[in-house]
């Protein structure tokens, strides 16, 4: 079984700071995917950044970059350089290879940037 | 059209209606997903077709009824749908690339359901 676990309901950021979202996981898989996931008020989910379980290196995708610490199980978002359209729900989510094509959703942050 | 699209984008229906919900993909994708998110609970799967076959089903009640004719487009079709059904239903794609953990789903911009 995966579960994801975002601890931070809610965040608030002033614009151009940078700002973590929190994420951790537990699998038993051996190989995996992590995925971070925005959704505006509109409800479309937008991907932003992946992850492999094998990666070496930390994924980076403009100014969102993903902290990954394989040991402590987590995969904390980035996001630098705020901005006010930054203002979203994100999902922290996994998928393992055991065949099951699904994706475990966390319980998401609601980021909101300040002017 | 581009992505992930789905039609209707709202939708209010009586207990006793039958509707359908569309999604179209144009991403050449072999894969194609139902999830629906409800108020306050993670996003849960549904249904999951791989070239037209539907190869996930994750107990879902029956008054759900999926259709996938061909890869680029999936149906949900509703009937005797009860308030908690309420949510918005997202459909997804992805290339479905023999199972891998890197297979990136996609999302439509979802249609949110109101059954009165």
């Known amino acids: 079984a995966q579960k994801i676990t975002q601890t931070q309901p809610g965040m608030f950021v002033q614009e151009k700071e940078a700002v973590t979202l929190d994420c951790t996981y537990d699998t038993s898989d051996q190989s995996y995917g992590l995925f971070w996931y925005k959704q505006p008020s509109s409800g479309e989910m937008i991907f932003l950044i992946y992850q492999g379980s094998y990666d070496e290196q930390n994924a980076t995708e403009g100014r969102y970059s993903l902290n990954f610490q394989k040991a402590r199980k987590s995969a904390n978002l980035v996001i630098s350089a705020s901005q006010l359209g930054d203002s979203a729900m994100y999902f922290c989510?996994?998928?393992?290879?055991?065949?099951?094509?699904?994706?475990?959703f966390g319980s998401g942050t609601r980021l909101q940037v300040q002017p | 059209e581009t992505g992930v699209t789905q039609t209707p984008r709202h939708l209010v229906m009586g207990m006793t209606n039958k509707k359908s919900l569309k999604c179209e993909q144009h991403?050449?994708?072999?894969?194609m997903y139902w999830y629906k998110q409800s108020a306050k609970k993670p996003l849960e799967l549904m249904f999951v077709y791989s070239l037209e076959e539907r190869v996930e089903n994750n107990s879902v009640p029956s008054r759900f009824s999926p259709e996938c004719p061909n890869s680029s487009h999936l149906f949900l079709h509703l009937h005797t749908l009860q308030p908690e059904d309420s949510a918005l239903y997202l459909c997804a794609s992805s290339q479905d690339r023999v199972i891998t953990a890197g297979d990136t789903q996609y999302f439509g911009p979802g249609t949110r359901l109101t059954v009165l």
């Open positions: 989510a996994m998928k393992g290879d055991t065949g099951r094509r699904a994706l475990t």
């Open positions: 991403l050449g994708h072999n894969a």
